[in-house]
């Protein structure tokens, strides 16, 4: 197709209607912190003044998950909890992301008995894993960061 023609292609419009939503979206995320033990004192850091989130469009946590975009678990999970998290996670709005917040989350951590559940992927579908215990507050940035690539990457 000759350069002149394309602007006029459907497709062209259809690739930039794409990279504007997710633009608008990456830059837009209402989170729904779901915590439940001592990572919990990390994600607060994250938010202040030093490292600031706010810079990412994130800064603002929603209370609802009807009103959030992103689940953000962090801390231990137990069986008895997770029936919960599911319930959380269904009643988000899509389109939704998950991030794993810390060890426990991902994998368990060094919780190996009865009670905790082996990361949270065998409950609900996650999009970015921050490992550590707890993760550095550049870690969760980090993790924060390829989320947004993963957002603006995916169709609208
Ligand atoms: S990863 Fe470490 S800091 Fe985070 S909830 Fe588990 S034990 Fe606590």
Redesign the pocket.
Known sequence: MKPENQAASPGFFTSKLNDMVGWARKYSLFQYPFVT???GMEYMSVACAHYDIDRFGAGLPRFSPRQSDVLMVV??ISHKLAPVLKQIYDQMCDPKWVVAF???TCTG??YDNYATVMGIDTIIPVDVYIP???PRPENVLDGLMKLQEKIQRQPA
């Open positions: 033990a001592c990572c801390g231990t810390g060890v426990c951590g060094f550590g215990c707890p």
